[in-house]
């Protein structure tokens, strides 16, 4: 009320607002992060997501129990030396659980960067261009549409690399693409027929300039939001491929293949079972919520948040 005030005691004699009374205009950029901090729910877990990360991260280097090591008594309980216990190899299950989960989330994050980027650069040209590229892209992403991801990347992997973690990150990858590229093609039509496009076209622009200048980064929304969501995606698609084990082969590991080597204890040594279970569903579940924080934030109509 103050600064309305203010506002209208500052007027000029035609009644117009001099500049320095005018609100200062926010970049797009900000109001996206001010939306984004106010989403209670994703800001709670993009927290944890950040302490899980540096958890696995640092903790390792303190942790005195080494994941090669398996000289450790087989099915100790958990103690105040084993908190989760040892496995029937004799390793120790917290460094499993640290081990396991750094692999998984090297393989999601590799796994999203490059089918994000496959994805948005066929996705735009596609949309773009039109005709016979439109219709190649179009056609080829319906057949990798309607091949079974696991089956496809469990064959693959074994074909390529014998399960080691990052042919089955590219594998993944090659196969986890085609979602993305179909929102990049829908939004590039969209926007290929704006103002700023035509300009760029009377101007000269080639096509990849086009569509690496003007289009692309006009979707760094929707990519951004896919990207995230693509992360907690490949977090529970190599967790299933690994768990049933058709995925990453020892000596690598993950937490789908920690969770497979103590499927047989839920029972009798539930710890084993659940330490690594809790820890997948849990950056599953804080990877969507920051996902749907996002979408909210880059959404223009989005008014009031959820949470």
Request: aromatic share 8%; net charge positive; with cysteine.
């Amino acid at each position: 009320m103050n600064s309305l005030i203010a506002a209208e005691g500052s007027k000029s004699a035609d009644g117009t607002l001099p500049d320095e009374a005018l609100p200062e205009p926010q970049s797009q950029g900000k109001l996206v992060l001010r939306k984004f901090l106010r989403h209670k729910l994703a800001m709670v877990c993009t927290g944890v997501l950040l302490l899980l990360v540096l958890t696995v991260i640092i903790m390792p280097i303190f942790w005195p129990h080494s994941y090669e090591d398996s000289s450790f008594p087989s099915f100790a309980k958990p103690s105040a030396e084993y908190p989760l216990g040892t496995t029937q190899v004799g390793k120790e299950m917290v460094s499993q659980i640290l081990r396991g989960t750094q692999y998984s989330l090297l393989i999601a994050l590799i796994v999203s960067l490059v089918a994000t980027t496959i994805g948005t650069v066929f996705g735009a040209m596609a949309g773009y261009l039109r005709g016979f590229t439109d219709s190649a892209i179009s056609r080829v992403t319906d057949l990798f549409l309607i091949v079974p991801q696991i089956a496809a990347a469990a064959i693959l992997a074994k074909v390529f690399g014998g399960g080691t973690w990052y042919i089955v990150a590219m594998v993944l990858a090659a196969f986890g693409w085609m979602p993305i590229a179909r929102i990049a093609r829908a939004e590039s039509m969209s926007l290929s027929q704006r103002e700023f496009v035509d300009a760029a076209r009377a101007s000269g622009a080639g096509t990849f300039h086009i569509v690496f200048k003007h289009l692309v980064p006009n979707m760094v929304g929707l990519i951004t939001v896919n990207a995230t969501l693509a992360i907690a995606q490949a977090v529970l698609i190599e967790a299933a491929l690994s768990f049933i084990g058709l995925g990453v082969q020892l000596p690598d590991t993950s937490l789908g293949r920690v969770i497979l080597e103590n499927y047989a204890q839920l029972q009798a040594r539930p710890a084993l079972f659940f330490g690594p279970f809790i820890v997948l569903v849990l950056i599953s579940l804080t990877i969507n919520f920051i996902g749907d924080g996002l979408r909210d934030a880059f959404d223009p109509r989005q008014r009031r948040q959820k949470a």
